[in-house]
């Protein structure tokens, strides 16, 4: 008992450690373990996992024994190269350039801690967990970017984001499971003035960091062979806010504005059945909705004005595109079969285009996506090996910018496309 008890002080020590500079959550994307992205989210009744604690912590309740998890996920990906396109015009001041916009992301392996703790096993039963992911390479990383260069909003900076999720679920009688879980994360903000003149110039600085939560409840209802579930995520929505006033002697005011969008995940609601046969093979599907619409993308402003000119009484702000979102479905399917004491693991998702246009210019590059999965899992005693590979293809489709002096146009419109990997090992173990 006291070596048990070590090891959940240990895990959760790491666990606290971590928290403390987590922001966000890459989970529903690519997954948090090979179990749950070989199958794109299907609750398996193999194994329990820690990391359905963010698909539905209703889940938590099948734990029966501690289980700690340890795994290397990495992405890889492929986009199309956008080429010869205006990344400078006259607007600037400066004669029209092409270039070759980079769309390719960096730095995007990480390390998965996972623990599971049955609390109770009579009934009422109650199991716990936490599921953590730590990407290598920076504890955070902030690139505000520039507001017209082509970027895959869906994927950019996605793989690098940490991630800290915990919940309880209780099961009040045989059938019934409940869930409610958190999706921990850090809100911060800086604030600076200058004042520059001859003789007494200053620089103030102000930051702040608070800790922030997006819930997730989830409940699930089993009868015989099947199995229905229905879960709830709370939107997280992470924008780090850069205020800088810059006041230059005889000059105009200076304020820069900077909202860099961190990470986002959308609220969704999830419905999902599934349905485990004699010979151990289970077969599910999950509809999820995701509210795209009410984000709005942050960008950076600069506005000038000079008090002292009666004429320029009126700030001149620096043009700001409009990004609009939209709703989605995203339907999952995903497969699970036995084999002595092997798992071998299949899945699919369908993830639409979340943006309304792309034809003005954002930049911000999106298309339809279809997500195939694979994997296989290993029991050793108590000991349990989980591998997967997941593939992400972009849906190719031409985007041409309706302005032809814009940044980010090409004559004849780019084509966005491409395709990700995903792929990892998750090592488990029973105590």
Not at 75 to 82: C, E, R, S
Not at 245 to 267: G, H, N, R, S
């Amino acid at each position: 008992m006291r070596s048990i008890l070590r090891i959940v002080l240990i895990y959760l020590g790491i666990f606290f450690l971590v928290a403390s500079k987590l922001f966000a959550s890459s989970a529903d994307m690519f997954g948090l373990s090979s179990r749950l992205s070989a199958t794109a989210g299907l609750p398996t009744f193999s194994n329990p996992d820690p990391a359905l604690i963010y698909q539905n912590p209703a889940f938590l309740t099948q734990a029966q024994k501690l289980y700690t998890t340890v795994g290397i996920l990495n992405t890889a990906d492929f986009f199309k190269p956008i080429e010869n396109v205006v990344v400078q015009n006259e607007l600037s001041g400066l004669s029209v350039e092409t270039g070759n916009p980079k769309t390719d992301a960096e730095n995007m392996m990480g390390m998965n801690l996972g623990l599971l703790l049955p609390v109770r096993t009579d009934f009422p039963k109650i199991g716990a967990g936490v599921i953590g992911f730590i990407p290598f390479g920076s504890l955070a990383s902030v690139n505000t970017g520039e507001n017209y260069v082509p970027s895959y909003a869906l994927y950019y900076n996605r793989p690098k984001h940490f991630s800290f999720i915990g919940g309880v679920g209780i099961k009040p009688w045989d059938e019934l499971s409940m869930g409610v879980g958190a999706n921990l994360y850090l809100t911060s903000g800086a604030n600076t003035k200058m004042n520059i003149n001859g003789t007494n110039s200053s620089v103030a600085l102000a930051m702040d960091i608070k800790p922030a939560v997006s819930f997730i409840v989830g409940s699930q209802y089993r009868w015989d062979e099947w199995s229905v579930d229905a879960s709830y995520h709370q939107d997280l929505n992470y924008a780090m806010v850069l205020k800088n006033e810059t006041k230059l002697f005889d000059l105009p005011i200076v304020e820069f504005l900077a909202k860099t969008a961190m990470f986002y995940d959308p609220q969704m609601v999830g419905v999902g059945i599934s349905r485990i046969f004699k010979n151990g093979v289970q077969l599910g599907t999950r509809l999820d909705w995701k509210n795209w619409k009410k984000y709005q993308i942050a960008l950076n402003q600069v506005t000038f004005s000079n008090p002292a000119d009666t004429d320029s009484s009126n700030p001149v702000p620096s043009f700001l595109p409009e990004v609009q979102f939209k709703n989605i479905f995203s339907p999952s399917l995903g497969i699970e079969f036995p084999l002595k004491s092997t798992w071998i693991r299949a899945g699919y998702r369908y993830e639409p285009e979340h943006i309304k246009s792309q034809e003005e210019n954002s930049n911000f590059l999106d298309t339809d996506v279809h997500i195939l999965s694979c994997g296989m899992g290993r029991s050793f005693g108590i000991f349990t090996v989980d591998l997967h590979l997941q593939y992400h293809q972009l849906v190719s489709q031409v985007v041409q910018k309706t302005d032809s002096a814009a940044v980010g146009y090409k004559e004849g419109g780019y084509i966005v496309g491409g395709s990700l990997l995903n792929y990892g090992l998750t090592l488990g173990t029973t105590f």
